[in-house]
């Protein structure tokens, strides 16, 4: 098989006597294949971080480094495994052979050369090379169309999700602003905390980005209550409230029922943690658990602060000054203090 057609295939030839090199240069050469040459193996290793060879030819029988030891270390590293080496030697003794293929050797070549035999056995190796190169640009391209496919499914399943989170607002009367401000705020409120020694070692850059994705979904699960429960303006009978308190367990189940790629198991992870416990309170008071102080994910925490001020000053219309007076009345039972007052020192970057 000619190669002048193409980029030349790069072959490299280790051999310590400068006879042998020649005589493999002129063959490698007639096939149209460029070849390099090297008289020791630590100068074949040199050569292949420099030239990028399709194939090695290598003598087995070198002083220092042998054949043998240079393809164990080409084997060994991930970036020329797949390099083909044909050994080439004076001995054809059969186990001479079988441990230069148990070394990961494709072939072997037996000295004096014969042309014909030498350009037939690489031109085999270098069509395989290359069809395996092929087929391995071909999987990773393929691996890269399905990731990207995965990303637009589990993109589209967070589409979903949040289209669910408008109506849900709708169904309880908040403006069609309330799940962007309750994103955006928290995120404040977490950047706040994060500057904060008492929050610094669990807010990362990642904490922050994670949940403002995953706090506009923590009353999802109104979407599975009574629309009329939720506008209701007159009080609510023991009953109702609790139909209306089952929004928590019903968005959380909503949400782990949501099978997702790896990249997204935080999102969802959090997001659960928000839509279950963000109407927990700090002494123990709130519901679906009772869970009290520290017991309450943090992420679920950071949400009950936002979602509050988000509801006094839309709901209620109430001003800045006037919902963070509220809170603070209600701060060591409803919120965790410590996160309220970094709310209170941070609130004029509120929304």
């Known amino acids: 098989m000619d190669y002048k057609g193409r980029d030349k ?23 149209g294949c460029r070849p390099v040459l090297a008289e020791s193996g630590e100068a074949a290793l040199r050569a292949v971080g420099e030239q990028c060879p399709q194939l090695v030819l290598s ?39 079988v441990e230069g293929l148990t070394l990961g050797g494709a072939d072997y070549i037996t000295k004096p050369f014969i042309p014909e035999i030498v350009q037939a056995r690489v031109g085999i190796h270098l069509r395989l090379h290359e069809a395996n190169s092929k087929l391995q640009e071909m999987n990773r391209r393929l691996q890269a169309s399905v990731r990207e496919q995965l990303r637009q499914i589990e993109q589209e399943k967070k589409d979903v999700l949040y ?8 169904n309880s009367c908040y403006q069609k602003e309330h799940i962007e401000r309750m994103r955006r705020n928290c995120g404040i409120l977490a950047q706040g905390m994060q500057l904060s020694p008492l929050f610094g070692d669990k807010i990362s850059d990642a904490y922050i980005d994670t949940i403002e994705l995953a706090a506009p979904l923590c009353d999802i699960g109104n979407i599975g209550v009574p629309q009329e429960l939720l506008r209701r303006q007159a009080a609510l009978s023991e009953e109702e409230m609790d139909t209306v308190r089952q929004h928590t367990r019903i968005g959380a189940r909503l949400l782990e029922d ?50 509050v001020y988000c509801a006094l000053t839309e709901k209620k219309n109430y001003s ?16 965790n203090p410590d996160i309220f007052k970094i709310c209170r020192r ?6």
Not at 275 to 304: C, F, M, T
Not at 325 to 334: L, N, P, R, W
């Open 59 to 97: 003598d087995i029988s070198m002083p220092g480094m042998d054949g043998y030891e240079l393809c164990r270390i080409l084997k060994a590293d991930n970036r020329t495994r797949d390099l083909p080496v044909i050994f080439i030697s004076a001995f054809d003794e059969p186990k001479d052979i």
């Open 258 to 307: 949501l099978h997702v790629g790896k990249d997204y198991n935080d999102f969802v992870r959090m997001a659960v943690d928000i839509a279950h416990y963000h109407h927990e309170n700090w002494d123990g008071s709130g519901y679906p658990e009772g869970l009290a102080g520290a017991r309450i994910p943090l992420a679920a925490q950071i949400v009950s602060v936002a979602e």
């Open 320 to 335: 800045r000054e006037e919902a963070l007076e509220i809170m603070e009345g209600e701060a060591q039972v409803k919120f």
């Open 163 to 170: 289209a669910l989170a408008a109506i849900a607002a709708q």
């Open 346 to 351: 941070i609130s004029r970057q509120l929304c």
């Open 9 to 31: 295939a790069v072959v490299l030839i280790v051999d310590d006597l400068e006879v042998n090199r020649a005589v493999l240069e002129e063959i490698i050469g007639d096939m």
